[in-house]
C-alpha cells in the first residue's frame, strides 16, 4: 500500500439553521468555497492535479442534490478532469469521503484525491424534503426510523445519564468554544463569503456579500441557566435545545496526496490516516455508536486509547456523548476531548461534521503538540464511525 | 364623493381602544393607535421614538395577547400602526373615521376633539366611544361642520364578542353620517346596532347596572346569598351562567360602581335612582380592592388545597369573609331545569311560589317598571332595550320580551295586587286592547310602539333572512322533532336543525335526504342553516353522542354501518345535486357538523367558527364523508394541473393532523389557514346576516349558471403517506405526547384518509374512501377504549385520553 498523506484540512465557520449567517446562503458555494480555498492555501498544488472530489453529505438532495461533489468542484473553477462524487453514511459522511479519499491513494489509484463535507440544514432539513419511511417495515419496525431526540433520551433513560450532568456537559462545551474563539485557537477556520438578500430603496432585492468569521452558536452559558430550559421531544425527559448539538450549515474540506506526488510538488505532509471503522448498533441508542467503533478502531490499529493525545467526539447529544466518554474510561481525560467545544456549542451540520471533526482534529493535534486523534461519531439508524489519525 | 372608509384613527390603546382597533383589522381595514407620550420619560428616552411610543405600545400587545382571544388571525395585526399623540397627530389627517376611546374626563376629551377638529380632513367622521359622559357636553363650542359628523359609537367589552354597538346621535348630526355608521356597523363589523339617546350611559348601562344595584340592595334586605342570587338569575332566567355576581366579578367591581354613581348622579329625576346605591359590604369590598378577576378576588374567588386542588369560595355578605360554595337550589328552579323551552323555564321560576322564585317575580317586576319608564327618554322602542340587554348583557330575552313571556295582563294584574306600580304607558296599551309586546304575523315580527300607541314592524336589513319568521309565516314545507325544511324565498329553502347542540341524529340525517328530494322538485337551491341562540352558539356540535353511544354497548355494529352509509349518501347527494347547496356555520362546528359543511358546495361562515373535526377525541373518526372531503379540500384548492404533480405529503400531513389532533379554528379566519374554509368560501361578520347571505350566495350560483361538480377519482397520498404517519406518531408515543389508542387512531385515520392499500398518487374513488371510512369507524366503535371516551364525554363534557 502507498502512504496517504493529509497536506491540508480546513473548514467554514458553522452557522445556525435558518437563523444564521448563512441563512440566505446555499449549499454549494460553502462547499465550492472550501475545496478552491484548500487548493489556494497549499503552496505548490495546483486544482488540475486533483483527481477526484468525495463529498460528505447527509441529504443530498434539492439544493444538495444533482450530485452537489461533482458540481462543487465544477463551480470551485476546477477543470473538466477533476471528477467528483456526493458520500452518504449520515452523520459520519465527511469522515467516510476522507477515508475514501486516502483508500484511493493507499491503492495507487490516486495521487491527489479532496474528502471533504457539506450540509446546509437550513435548504434541506433534517430528514430531506420528502422522506417516505416503507409503509409496512414502518409498521412492524418504526425504531428504524426513531427520531434523533428520542434516542438521546433513551440513551439518558438506560444509562441513567443524569439532566445535571447533561447540562454541565453542555456549558462546559460552550464555554471553551467562547475562550476558544475569544483567544483565535480555531485556526482551521477560513473566513468564508456569504450573501444575504436586501431590499434596496427602489424596493428591489441585491445580493450582499459579507464575510464570516466565527461560528455563531456559540453562548456563554452556566449549567444553572441551561437547568431552566424544557425538554424538547419527551414529556418529562432530559433533552433540551441546549444540551443537544446546533442545527447547522457548514462546509469543510481535507486534500489528501500519494507520498511521490508530494514528493514531486514539493508538498509538505501534515498527518495521514492510520485506520477506520464503522459499527452498527441498535437504532433506538445509536448515540452509543462511538463507544464500539473507538474499541475496533485502536484495535485494527493495534494501539491503546491512552496513546491518543486528542479526540473530537461529536457531541449529537450531551447525554450519548457523556456515556460513551465513561464507558471508554475517558473521564479523567476530558483535557483531550473536544477541547475547543463540541456540536452544542459549534454545530452539528449533518453530513459536513466529520470533515470539519478532521480538521479541528488536526489543528488541535498541532496545538497541543500531539501525535495521535480520534475522531468518532454516533450515526442515525444505529451506528458508530471512528477514524485514527497521525501526524507526520 | 362616496363616503368609504380607508382607515380609522382609534385614540387611546386601553382594553376597549385595542379591541375596537383588533375588530377593524379583522374587518380589513386599516388603523392608526394612538396614545399619549408616557409622563415620566427619562431625559435621554424624550427623543426614542420606541420610549415615546411605550404607552401604546403596551396597549397594542396586550390586545394581541388577551385570552379569549380579541384579534380572529394574528396575521390582522399588520394592519395596525401605532403612534403617539404629540409625533403622529398630523396622520389623522389620512383618516376616515376617528373613534375616541380616552380616559372618561370631560376635560381631557374636549381639549383632544379640539385638537382634532384643527387636522381632520373635511368630511371625516368623528365619534366618541364615551359612556358616561353626554355627547353634548363633549362637543360643545365645536364648528357646525364638525358637530354635523360627530356622534356616539359605544362598543361593548370584549369588543370581538359583544354583539352590541350603541350608536348615539348628536343634535347635529347629519342623518347619512348616521346611516353611514349604522350600516358600517352592520355590515363591516357585524355589530347589532342600538340607537341611543344621549342620556347618561345610554340603554344598556342604564337598564343593566339598575338590574345589578336592585338585585345586590334586595338580596340584603331579604337576607339571601350571593350563591342564591346566582342560581336564580342564571340560565333559567336565560341568562349568562355568569349570573350577577360572577358578571361583575368579571367586569370589575371598581368598573361597576364607577357606573353606578356616574347614573345616580346625572340622573336626578331617575324614579329608581336609589337603586344605584351600592349596598354597604359591596362598598367595602371597593375599599379593600375586592374588584373581581383582575384582583383575583372578588364575589368569588379561586383557593387550592395544599395538594393543588382547586376551591371555589364565595364571600359572604355580612361578614365578608371568603367561605366555601355551596351550590343553592330552589324548588322553581328544579321545575325550570325539566323544561324544554326558555319559555317554559321562566315561567317556572317567575310564577313558583318559594322564597327563590317570589323573590325573582319581585326584581322581574321592577326591571319591567324600569324599563317600560324608560321609554322614549333613553330609546324611542322597546326594541332597542330588549335587543341592548341581549347583545350588551347576553340575555336571551330583554325585559320585554320576559314580560311578553309571563303575560303582560297577568303580570300586571300581580303587579297591581301587590301594590306595584304600573308604568303609564303598558295601563294605556293593555286599555286599548293591546296584550303583547311582540307579536308575528305573515312572518314579519311587529313590536308595539308606545309613541303611535300601534304594532310597527321590527326594523330589519334588506338581506336578512328569518328562518323564525318564514316559519312564522307557514312557510315550513317539510319537518319532524329535529329538523325542518323552510321555504326562505326566490326558491331557495333552507335546512334547518333544531336538536340540543343541533346535534345530528337519524331524524336530520332522514331530513336531509328528503330536502334533497324537495328542493330537486320545487327548488332553486338549499341552505343548511339554523338560528340557535347563544354565544357563541352552535351549528351543530356534532353528532348525536348518546346515540352512538348506544349503538356501541349494543354491539349494532351493522346498524352503525347502515346509518354511517345513510349520512354519507345524503353528503354526497348534496355535493352532487343539480342545485347549489350552500352551509352557513356560525359557532360550534364540529364533527358531523364540520362534515356537513365540507360536503356542501359553499361555505358562507360567520366570522366567530369553531370548527373542526374533533373526533379522535372520543375515539372515533369523520365518517360521513368528513375524513374524505378534508383530504379534498385540500387537494382541490391546488390548479388542477398542479394538483398532478405536486408532493402530496405537504398537502396529506396538514390534512392528517387536522383530524388527527383534533384541531379547530377560533375564529373564521382561523378556520380558512387551517383549510376547512376554501377560496370560494365566505365570511360574514354578522351573524344576523347569515342565512341571507347564504341565500344569496345560492342566487348568485345560480345566476351563474350552476352545474354540479363531476365526479371524479380523487389522487391520494396512498401507502406513503402511512409509512410518514407510522414513523411520526412512534416519535410521539416515545416522547409520551400521546397515548397507545391515540396513536392506533391516528394510524387508522391515516390509511382512511390516504386511500387505503394504493401506491402514493394514485386515484382512487371517493366511495373508496367512503367505504374505508364507515369500516375505521365500526372497527373504533368495537374498542373498549372507544367506548370509554364516548361514555366519559357524555358524562363529563370533557374527553378522556385513555
Given at each position: 500500500m502507498?502512504?496517504?498523506y493529509i497536506?491540508?484540512?480546513?473548514r467554514?465557520p458553522g452557522?445556525?439553521q435558518?437563523?444564521?449567517?448563512?441563512?440566505?446562503?446555499?449549499?454549494?458555494?460553502?462547499?465550492?468555497?472550501?475545496?478552491?480555498?484548500?487548493?489556494?492555501?497549499?503552496?505548490?498544488?495546483?486544482?488540475?492535479?486533483?483527481?477526484?472530489?468525495?463529498?460528505?453529505?447527509?441529504f443530498?438532495?434539492?439544493?444538495?442534490?444533482?450530485?452537489?461533489?461533482?458540481?462543487?468542484?465544477?463551480?470551485?473553477g476546477?477543470?473538466?478532469?477533476?471528477?467528483?462524487?456526493?458520500?452518504?453514511r449520515?452523520c459520519?459522511?465527511?469522515?467516510?469521503?476522507?477515508?475514501?479519499a486516502?483508500?484511493?491513494?493507499?491503492?495507487?489509484?490516486?495521487?491527489?484525491?479532496?474528502?471533504?463535507?457539506?450540509?446546509?440544514m437550513?435548504f434541506?432539513?433534517?430528514?430531506?424534503?420528502?422522506?417516505?419511511p416503507?409503509?409496512?417495515?414502518s409498521?412492524?419496525n418504526?425504531?428504524?426510523?426513531?427520531?434523533?431526540?428520542?434516542?438521546?433520551e433513551?440513551?439518558?433513560?438506560?444509562?441513567?445519564?443524569?439532566?445535571?450532568?447533561?447540562?454541565?456537559?453542555?456549558?462546559?462545551?460552550?464555554?471553551?468554544?467562547?475562550?476558544?474563539?475569544d483567544?483565535?485557537?480555531f485556526?482551521?477556520?477560513?473566513?468564508?463569503?456569504?450573501?444575504k438578500?436586501?431590499?434596496?430603496?427602489?424596493g428591489?432585492?441585491?445580493?450582499?456579500e459579507?464575510?464570516v468569521e466565527n461560528?455563531?452558536?456559540?453562548?456563554?452559558?452556566t449549567?444553572e441557566?441551561?437547568?431552566k430550559?424544557?425538554?424538547?421531544?419527551?414529556?418529562?425527559g432530559s433533552?433540551t435545545a441546549a444540551?443537544?448539538?446546533?442545527?447547522?450549515?457548514?462546509?469543510?474540506a481535507?486534500?489528501i496526496?500519494?507520498?511521490?506526488?508530494?514528493?514531486?510538488?514539493?508538498?509538505k505532509?501534515?498527518?495521514?490516516?492510520?485506520s477506520?471503522?464503522?459499527?452498527?448498533c441498535?437504532?433506538?441508542?445509536?448515540?452509543?455508536?462511538?463507544?464500539y467503533?473507538?474499541?475496533?478502531?485502536l484495535k485494527?490499529?493495534?494501539m491503546?486509547?491512552?496513546q491518543?493525545?486528542?479526540?473530537?467526539i461529536?457531541?449529537a447529544f450531551?447525554?450519548?456523548?457523556?456515556?460513551c466518554?465513561?464507558?471508554?474510561?475517558l473521564?479523567?481525560?476530558?483535557?483531550?476531548?473536544?477541547?475547543?467545544?463540541?456540536?452544542i456549542?459549534?454545530?452539528?451540520p449533518?453530513?459536513?461534521t466529520?470533515?470539519?471533526?478532521?480538521?479541528?482534529?488536526?489543528?488541535?493535534?498541532?496545538?497541543?503538540?500531539g501525535?495521535?486523534?480520534i475522531?468518532?461519531?454516533?450515526i442515525?439508524?444505529?451506528?458508530?464511525a471512528a477514524a485514527i489519525?497521525?501526524?507526520? | 364623493m362616496k363616503?368609504?372608509?380607508?382607515?380609522?384613527a382609534?385614540?387611546?390603546s386601553?382594553?376597549m381602544?385595542?379591541?375596537?382597533?383588533?375588530?377593524?383589522?379583522?374587518?380589513?381595514?386599516?388603523?392608526l393607535l394612538?396614545?399619549?407620550?408616557?409622563?415620566d420619560?427619562k431625559?435621554?428616552?424624550?427623543?426614542?421614538p420606541?420610549?415615546r411610543n411605550?404607552?401604546?405600545?403596551?396597549?397594542f400587545?396586550?390586545a394581541?395577547?388577551s385570552?379569549p382571544?380579541?384579534?380572529m388571525?394574528?396575521?390582522d395585526?399588520?394592519?395596525?400602526?401605532i403612534?403617539?399623540?404629540?409625533?403622529?397627530?398630523?396622520?389623522?389627517?389620512e383618516?376616515?373615521?376617528?373613534c375616541?376611546?380616552?380616559?372618561e374626563?370631560?376635560k381631557i376629551?374636549q381639549?383632544?376633539?379640539?385638537r382634532?377638529?384643527?387636522?381632520?380632513?373635511?368630511?371625516c367622521?368623528?365619534?366618541?366611544?364615551?359612556?358616561?359622559?353626554?355627547?353634548?357636553?363633549?362637543c360643545?363650542?365645536?364648528s357646525?361642520?364638525?358637530?354635523?359628523?360627530?356622534?356616539?359609537?359605544?362598543?361593548f367589552?370584549?369588543?370581538?364578542y359583544?354583539?352590541?354597538?350603541e350608536?348615539?346621535p348628536?343634535?347635529?348630526?347629519?342623518?347619512?353620517?348616521?346611516?353611514?355608521?349604522?350600516?358600517f356597523?352592520?355590515?363591516?363589523?357585524g355589530k347589532?346596532?342600538?340607537?341611543?339617546?344621549?342620556?347618561p350611559?345610554?340603554?344598556?348601562?342604564?337598564i343593566?347596572?339598575?338590574?345589578?344595584?336592585i338585585?345586590?340592595?334586595?338580596?340584603?334586605?331579604?337576607?339571601?346569598?350571593?350563591p342564591?342570587?346566582d342560581?336564580?338569575f342564571?340560565?333559567?332566567?336565560?341568562?349568562?351562567?355568569?349570573?350577577?355576581?360572577?358578571?361583575v366579578?368579571l367586569?370589575?367591581?371598581?368598573?361597576?360602581?364607577?357606573?353606578?354613581?356616574?347614573?345616580?348622579?346625572?340622573?336626578?329625576?331617575?324614579?329608581?335612582?336609589?337603586s344605584l346605591?351600592m349596598?354597604?359590604f359591596?362598598?367595602?369590598?371597593?375599599e379593600?380592592k375586592?374588584?373581581?378577576?383582575?384582583?383575583?378576588?372578588?364575589?368569588?374567588?379561586?383557593?387550592f388545597?395544599p395538594d393543588?386542588k382547586?376551591?371555589?369560595?364565595?364571600?359572604?355578605?355580612?361578614?365578608?369573609e371568603?367561605e366555601?360554595?355551596?351550590?343553592?337550589?330552589?324548588?322553581?328552579?328544579d321545575?325550570?331545569?325539566?323544561?324544554?323551552?326558555l319559555a317554559?323555564?321562566?315561567e317556572?321560576?317567575l310564577?313558583?311560589?318559594?322564597k327563590g322564585?317570589?323573590?325573582?317575580?319581585?326584581?322581574?317586576?321592577?326591571?319591567?317598571?324600569?324599563?317600560a319608564?324608560?321609554?322614549?327618554?333613553i330609546?324611542?322602542?322597546?326594541?332597542?332595550?330588549?335587543?341592548?340587554?341581549?347583545?350588551?348583557?347576553?340575555?336571551?330575552?330583554?325585559?320585554?320580551?320576559?314580560?311578553?313571556?309571563?303575560?303582560?295582563?297577568?303580570a300586571v294584574?300581580r303587579?297591581?295586587?301587590?301594590?306595584?306600580?304600573?308604568?303609564?304607558?303598558?295601563?294605556?296599551?293593555?286599555?286599548?286592547?293591546n296584550?303583547?309586546?311582540?307579536?308575528?304575523?305573515?312572518g314579519?315580527?311587529?313590536?308595539?310602539?308606545?309613541?303611535?300607541?300601534?304594532?310597527?314592524?321590527?326594523?330589519v336589513?334588506?338581506?336578512?333572512v328569518s328562518i323564525?319568521?318564514?316559519?312564522?309565516?307557514n312557510?315550513?314545507?317539510?319537518?319532524?322533532?329535529?329538523?325542518?325544511l323552510?321555504?326562505?324565498?326566490?326558491?331557495v329553502?333552507?335546512?334547518?336543525?333544531?336538536?340540543?347542540?343541533?346535534?345530528?341524529?337519524?331524524?336530520?340525517?332522514?331530513s336531509?335526504?328528503?330536502?334533497l328530494e324537495?328542493?330537486?322538485?320545487?327548488?332553486?337551491?338549499?341552505?343548511?342553516g339554523?338560528?340557535?341562540g347563544?354565544?357563541?352558539?352552535?351549528?351543530?356540535?356534532?353528532?348525536?353522542?348518546?346515540?352512538?353511544?348506544?349503538?356501541?354497548?349494543?354491539?349494532k355494529y351493522s346498524e352503525?354501518?347502515?346509518?354511517l352509509?345513510?349520512?354519507?349518501?345524503?353528503?354526497?347527494?348534496?355535493?352532487?345535486?343539480?342545485f347549489p347547496?350552500?352551509a352557513?356555520?356560525y359557532?360550534?362546528?364540529?364533527?358531523g357538523?364540520?362534515?356537513?359543511?365540507?360536503?356542501?358546495?359553499?361555505i358562507?361562515?360567520?366570522?366567530?367558527?369553531f370548527?373542526?373535526?374533533v373526533?379522535?377525541?372520543?375515539?372515533?373518526?369523520?365518517?360521513g364523508?368528513?375524513?374524505?372531503?378534508?383530504?379534498?379540500?385540500f387537494?382541490?384548492?391546488?390548479?388542477?394541473?398542479v394538483?398532478?404533480?405536486?408532493?402530496?405529503a405537504?398537502l396529506f400531513i396538514?390534512?392528517?393532523m387536522n383530524?388527527?389532533?383534533?384541531q379547530?379554528?377560533?375564529s373564521a379566519?382561523?378556520?380558512?389557514?387551517?383549510g376547512?374554509?376554501?377560496a370560494?368560501?365566505r365570511i360574514?361578520?354578522?351573524?344576523?346576516?347569515l342565512v341571507?347571505?347564504?341565500?344569496?350566495e345560492?342566487?348568485?350560483?345560480v345566476?351563474?349558471?350552476?352545474?354540479?361538480?363531476?365526479?371524479?377519482p380523487?389522487?391520494?397520498m396512498?401507502?406513503?403517506?402511512?409509512?410518514?404517519v407510522n414513523?411520526?406518531?412512534?416519535?410521539f408515543?416515545?416522547g409520551?405526547f400521546?397515548s397507545?389508542?391515540?396513536?392506533?387512531?391516528a394510524?387508522r385515520?391515516?390509511?382512511?384518509?390516504?386511500?387505503?392499500?394504493?401506491?402514493?398518487?394514485?386515484?382512487?374513488?371517493?366511495?373508496t374512501i367512503l367505504?374505508?371510512?364507515r369500516?375505521?369507524?365500526?372497527?373504533?366503535?368495537?374498542e373498549?377504549?372507544?367506548?370509554?371516551r364516548?361514555?366519559h364525554?357524555l358524562?363529563?363534557?370533557?374527553?378522556?385520553?385513555?
Amino acid at each position: 500500500m502507498k502512504e496517504a498523506y493529509i497536506v491540508q484540512s480546513i473548514r467554514t465557520p458553522g452557522c445556525k439553521q435558518n437563523k444564521g449567517l448563512y441563512k440566505e446562503t446555499r449549499p454549494e458555494e460553502l462547499l465550492s468555497f472550501i475545496l478552491k480555498t484548500a487548493v489556494d492555501k497549499t503552496e505548490g498544488l495546483k486544482a488540475e492535479d486533483i483527481e477526484d472530489v468525495m463529498v460528505g453529505c447527509a441529504f443530498p438532495e434539492g439544493e444538495q442534490g444533482l450530485n452537489i461533489g461533482r458540481i462543487a468542484v465544477k463551480m470551485a473553477g476546477f477543470p473538466d478532469s477533476v471528477s467528483g462524487a456526493t458520500v452518504n453514511r449520515f452523520c459520519s459522511s465527511g469522515l467516510e469521503a476522507i477515508t475514501l479519499a486516502s483508500a484511493r491513494i493507499q491503492m495507487g489509484w490516486s495521487d491527489v484525491t479532496i474528502g471533504a463535507g457539506v450540509e446546509s440544514m437550513t435548504f434541506v432539513p433534517m430528514g430531506g424534503n420528502a422522506p417516505r419511511p416503507h409503509p409496512e417495515y414502518s409498521a412492524s419496525n418504526p425504531e428504524m426510523y426513531i427520531s434523533m431526540g428520542i434516542t438521546a433520551e433513551n440513551v439518558a433513560n438506560r444509562y441513567n445519564v443524569s439532566r445535571e450532568d447533561q447540562d454541565k456537559f453542555a456549558a462546559a462545551s460552550q464555554n471553551k468554544a467562547v475562550n476558544a474563539r475569544d483567544n483565535g485557537l480555531f485556526t482551521e477556520i477560513v473566513p468564508t463569503p456569504a450573501y444575504k438578500f436586501e431590499k434596496q430603496e427602489d424596493g428591489t432585492y441585491k445580493k450582499i456579500e459579507f464575510i464570516v468569521e466565527n461560528d455563531d452558536g456559540i453562548r456563554s452559558s452556566t449549567a444553572e441557566g441551561l437547568a431552566k430550559l424544557r425538554p424538547v421531544f419527551a414529556g418529562g425527559g432530559s433533552v433540551t435545545a441546549a444540551n443537544s448539538s446546533q442545527t447547522t450549515d457548514g462546509a469543510a474540506a481535507t486534500i489528501i496526496v500519494s507520498k511521490e506526488k508530494c514528493d514531486e510538488l514539493g508538498l509538505k505532509p501534515i498527518a495521514k490516516l492510520v485506520s477506520y471503522s464503522t459499527i452498527g448498533c441498535k437504532s433506538d441508542e445509536m448515540g452509543v455508536g462511538p463507544r464500539y467503533a473507538i474499541p475496533k478502531v485502536l484495535k485494527q490499529a493495534g494501539m491503546t486509547i491512552d496513546q491518543i493525545d486528542i479526540f473530537e467526539i461529536n457531541e449529537a447529544f450531551a447525554s450519548q456523548a457523556i456515556y460513551c466518554i465513561k464507558e471508554l474510561g475517558l473521564e479523567d481525560s476530558m483535557d483531550k476531548i473536544n477541547i475547543h467545544g463540541g456540536a452544542i456549542a459549534l454545530g452539528h451540520p449533518l453530513g459536513c461534521t466529520g470533515a470539519k471533526l478532521t480538521a479541528t482534529c488536526l489543528a488541535n493535534l498541532k496545538e497541543v503538540k500531539g501525535k495521535y486523534g480520534i475522531v468518532s461519531m454516533c450515526i442515525g439508524g444505529g451506528m458508530g464511525a471512528a477514524a485514527i489519525f497521525k501526524m507526520v | 364623493m362616496k363616503r368609504k372608509i380607508r382607515k380609522v384613527a382609534i385614540i387611546g390603546s386601553g382594553i376597549m381602544g385595542g379591541g375596537i382597533a383588533a375588530l377593524l383589522a379583522g374587518a380589513g381595514i386599516k388603523v392608526l393607535l394612538l396614545d399619549i407620550v408616557p409622563f415620566d420619560l427619562k431625559d435621554e428616552e424624550k427623543n426614542d421614538p420606541i420610549a415615546r411610543n411605550r404607552i401604546v405600545k403596551a396597549g397594542f400587545d396586550a390586545a394581541l395577547n388577551s385570552k379569549p382571544d380579541l384579534f380572529m388571525s394574528k396575521k390582522d395585526a399588520s394592519l395596525i400602526e401605532i403612534g403617539n399623540l404629540d409625533d403622529d397627530f398630523e396622520k389623522l389627517k389620512e383618516c376616515d373615521w376617528i373613534c375616541e376611546v380616552v380616559v372618561e374626563n370631560l376635560k381631557i376629551k374636549q381639549k383632544l376633539f379640539k385638537r382634532i377638529e384643527k387636522v381632520r380632513k373635511p368630511d371625516c367622521i368623528v365619534t366618541s366611544n364615551t359612556s358616561g359622559i353626554p355627547l353634548k357636553a363633549i362637543c360643545e363650542g365645536f364648528s357646525k361642520e364638525f358637530k354635523q359628523h360627530f356622534m356616539g359609537t359605544h362598543f361593548f367589552n370584549p369588543v370581538r364578542y359583544m354583539h352590541l354597538l350603541e350608536l348615539i346621535p348628536g343634535a347635529e348630526t347629519l342623518p347619512k353620517v348616521l346611516d353611514f355608521i349604522a350600516k358600517f356597523g352592520e355590515k363591516n363589523l357585524g355589530k347589532g346596532i342600538v340607537w341611543a339617546k344621549d342620556t347618561p350611559n345610554f340603554v344598556g348601562n342604564r337598564i343593566g347596572i339598575q338590574g345589578i344595584g336592585i338585585i345586590m340592595q334586595a338580596m340584603i334586605k331579604e337576607g339571601m346569598t350571593i350563591p342564591e342570587i346566582d342560581s336564580i338569575f342564571g340560565p333559567a332566567l336565560g341568562r349568562p351562567k355568569t349570573a350577577i355576581f360572577k358578571t361583575v366579578d368579571l367586569v370589575g367591581l371598581d368598573t361597576v360602581d364607577h357606573v353606578c354613581k356616574n347614573s345616580y348622579e346625572l340622573c336626578p329625576d331617575d324614579e329608581q335612582r336609589n337603586s344605584l346605591i351600592m349596598p354597604e359590604f359591596a362598598s367595602k369590598m371597593v375599599e379593600k380592592k375586592l374588584f373581581g378577576n383582575k384582583t383575583k378576588a372578588g364575589f368569588y374567588k379561586t383557593d387550592f388545597t395544599p395538594d393543588g386542588k382547586r376551591v371555589k369560595k364565595v364571600i359572604n355578605s355580612k361578614t365578608l369573609e371568603y367561605e366555601d360554595l355551596v351550590r343553592p337550589t330552589f324548588p322553581c328552579l328544579d321545575e325550570a331545569k325539566k323544561k324544554d323551552t326558555l319559555a317554559g323555564k321562566i315561567e317556572s321560576v317567575l310564577k313558583g311560589d318559594d322564597k327563590g322564585a317570589i323573590f325573582a317575580w319581585k326584581m322581574a317586576a321592577n326591571s319591567f317598571q324600569y324599563a317600560a319608564s324608560r321609554i322614549p327618554e333613553i330609546a324611542d322602542t322597546i326594541v332597542e332595550i330588549d335587543n341592548s340587554m341581549k347583545w350588551g348583557y347576553n340575555f336571551e330575552m330583554g325585559p320585554f320580551e320576559v314580560w311578553d313571556t309571563y303575560g303582560i295582563k297577568e303580570a300586571v294584574e300581580r303587579m297591581e295586587k301587590e301594590d306595584l306600580k304600573v308604568p303609564a304607558n303598558v295601563k294605556t296599551m293593555l286599555e286599548k286592547g293591546n296584550t303583547c309586546f311582540y307579536k308575528l304575523e305573515n312572518g314579519i315580527k311587529f313590536f308595539y310602539d308606545f309613541a303611535s300607541s300601534s304594532y310597527k314592524e321590527v326594523p330589519v336589513a334588506k338581506s336578512m333572512v328569518s328562518i323564525a319568521a318564514a316559519k312564522g309565516n307557514n312557510k315550513t314545507v317539510m319537518g319532524n322533532k329535529s329538523a325542518s325544511l323552510v321555504d326562505i324565498g326566490n326558491g331557495v329553502f333552507c335546512v334547518e336543525f333544531h336538536t340540543k347542540m343541533n346535534a345530528i341524529n337519524a331524524e336530520i340525517v332522514d331530513s336531509m335526504a328528503g330536502a334533497l328530494e324537495y328542493v330537486d322538485k320545487n327548488g332553486v337551491g338549499l341552505v343548511i342553516g339554523n338560528e340557535a341562540g347563544g354565544m357563541p352558539g352552535a351549528f351543530s356540535a356534532g353528532a348525536d353522542l348518546g346515540f352512538i353511544s348506544k349503538l356501541c354497548h349494543d354491539k349494532k355494529y351493522s346498524e352503525i354501518n347502515a346509518f354511517l352509509k345513510k349520512a354519507q349518501d345524503g353528503i354526497q347527494a348534496s355535493k352532487y345535486a343539480p342545485f347549489p347547496v350552500v352551509a352557513a356555520p356560525y359557532g360550534m362546528t364540529l364533527g358531523g357538523g364540520c362534515e356537513t359543511c365540507l360536503g356542501a358546495d359553499r361555505i358562507v361562515a360567520h366570522s366567530e367558527l369553531f370548527m373542526g373535526l374533533v373526533e379522535i377525541g372520543v375515539g372515533l373518526l369523520p365518517a360521513g364523508g368528513g375524513t374524505m372531503n378534508m383530504w379534498k379540500k385540500f387537494i382541490s384548492a391546488l390548479p388542477a394541473g398542479v394538483a398532478k404533480d405536486t408532493d402530496l405529503a405537504k398537502l396529506f400531513i396538514p390534512a392528517f393532523m387536522n383530524i388527527a389532533m383534533a384541531q379547530f379554528s377560533m375564529s373564521a379566519a382561523k378556520a380558512k389557514s387551517l383549510g376547512f374554509l376554501g377560496a370560494t368560501d365566505r365570511i360574514v361578520f354578522n351573524r344576523d346576516n347569515l342565512v341571507g347571505e347564504a341565500k344569496k350566495e345560492v342566487l348568485k350560483m345560480v345566476d351563474d349558471a350552476y352545474a354540479p361538480p363531476a365526479k371524479q377519482p380523487l389522487r391520494v397520498m396512498g401507502n406513503g403517506g402511512q409509512g410518514m404517519v407510522n414513523a411520526e406518531l412512534f416519535n410521539f408515543l416515545q416522547g409520551k405526547f400521546m397515548s397507545e389508542h391515540d396513536s392506533f387512531l391516528a394510524k387508522r385515520i391515516a390509511f382512511v384518509m390516504s386511500g387505503g392499500d394504493v401506491k402514493s398518487g394514485s386515484y382512487v374513488d371517493e366511495e373508496t374512501i367512503l367505504k374505508l371510512e364507515r369500516d375505521a369507524f365500526v372497527d373504533f366503535a368495537k374498542e373498549e377504549k372507544t367506548v370509554a371516551r364516548i361514555d366519559h364525554m357524555l358524562k363529563t363534557s370533557k374527553p378522556l385520553r385513555n
